[in-house]
């Protein structure tokens, strides 16, 4: 008997998150979940409401996604799996309207930091910051009012049957968001390739210096590093870190031993796929 996976993405039908979703599962049988909300996907996660969640982590334009760093670890769930989609914003309104018509463009804020030159020239509009690109399209098509416009793909286009008023409105030709496949636990293939773990250290000169100098001599390739303030302890930090690797390699093992050794905090969040688009 088949199982029926229980996936669920943070946004709508249509949005970015949804594509990393068909990449991720293509071809699967699945039942889908659409959250409003980060927490809302990682919860449902951790109590077993979906399987797996997919959640947005990194944008090559904006950076990273900070809020998703801290639900994974305040949730305690893992990285199993990787996407990258490339983002390619379009203005978005009801069938007849022009960009003449238009006044309120709705778009999640991340949407409207990557088309930031492109409203730069439209300055007399009012942007209003909304929960998600598909999201922003379906409320255009449900108020069907002409003056207002969304950022948003042309899959959600097609979707709420909106039409492109004005493409690739997006400053940044390579614009790539990766995506995290989360679940309850981790889950270590054989190609798994890619690390994410998340440290501290001592609160002294030097200390982060001497830690990443573990990946150097074990030669672990760095591919990603963000820092998260430490609830409670001002100007401390968690480092959330990416690496080439795999856990059950003699060498990588041999590494992250000696860099747990001195960090004040050690968690590895996951040893999965990394995505080869």
């Not at 798994?192 to 830690?211: M, N, R, W």
Request: net charge negative.
């Amino acid at each position: 008997m088949t199982h029926t996976l229980k996936v669920g993405c943070y946004g709508a039908k249509g949005s970015y998150t949804y594509e990393a979703m068909e990449q991720q599962f293509a071809g699967k049988e699945r039942e889908e979940s659409y959250f409003p909300l980060f927490e809302d996907v990682v919860k449902a996660v951790k109590d077993g409401t979906i399987d797996y969640g997919v959640l947005p982590i990194e944008n090559s334009s904006t950076g990273g996604i900070t809020e998703v760093y801290d639900l994974i670890q305040k949730y305690d769930c893992a990285v199993v799996g990787e996407q990258l989609v490339k983002i390619e914003h379009n203005l978005l309104g009801i069938p007849g309207a022009t960009l003449d018509d238009i006044d309120t463009v709705y778009s999640h804020p991340q949407g409207f930091r990557q088309c930031r030159p492109f409203f730069n020239e439209h300055r007399d509009w009012t942007l209003e910051p909304y929960f998600s690109t598909s999201r922003s399209a379906a409320r255009v098509a449900e108020d069907g009012r002409k003056n207002q416009a969304a950022v948003a793909s042309r899959t959600a286009a097609r979707l709420y049957g909106l039409s492109v008023l004005a493409e690739n409105i997006y400053f940044n030709q390579s614009n790539y968001t990766r995506f995290f496949i989360i679940a309850p636990k981790m889950e270590i293939t054989e190609d798994a390739d890619k690390i994410t773990l998340v440290i501290s250290v001592k609160h002294e000169p030097g200390a982060l210096y001497h830690v990443l100098g573990y990946f150097f001599y074990g030669g672990m390739n760095m591919t990603h590093l963000e820092s998260r303030p430490m609830e409670g302890h001002p100007f401390e930090y968690f480092f959330h870190i990416d690496v080439k690797g795999r856990i059950h390699d003699p060498s990588n093992a041999q590494t992250l031993h000696g860099l747990a050794s001195m960090c004040t905090y050690f968690k590895i969040l996951g040893n999965y796929p990394s995505c080869k688009r």
